[in-house]
């Protein structure tokens, strides 16, 4: 399930504003959440309970070792939207990764 992005948390006309939240209680099965999560808050939603799984999505586009960065509480790499879910290899294969 899609949390509401920031884009549309400006534009007021999001009809449910904590989606995990509001739907954990009616769904029994395993429950993903994605958009606009970092660490902090995937932990905070996976802790309360509200989701079982967190999708990290462009995060993880431009951060191929996130788990790594994540352990470390690393910085992460800019986001380049450019290259997202386009043609070709970049974005997708040129973020660096962590130094040794």
């Known amino acids: 399930m ?3 992005n920031a884009k549309d948390l ?3 006309k999001v009809q449910i504003e904590h989606v995990a939240k509001t739907f954990r209680p009616l769904f029994s099965g ?3 959440i994605n958009t ?3 660490k902090a808050k995937g932990q905070a939603v996976l802790a309360s309970g509200d989701a079982d799984l967190v999708a990290f999505g ?5 951060n191929p070792d996130l788990p790594e960065r994540f352990q470390h509480d690393a910085s992460f790499n ?3 939207p450019s290259t997202f879910y386009g043609e070709g290899a970049k ?3 040129d973020y660096p990764a962590l130094a040794a």
């Open 2 to 4: 899609l949390e509401p």
């Open 10 to 12: 400006q534009t007021g």
């Open 30 to 32: 395993p429950l993903m």
């Open 36 to 38: 606009g999560f970092d």
């Open 58 to 62: 462009t995060l993880f586009i431009a």
């Open 78 to 80: 800019k986001l380049d």
């Open 91 to 93: 974005g997708y294969t």
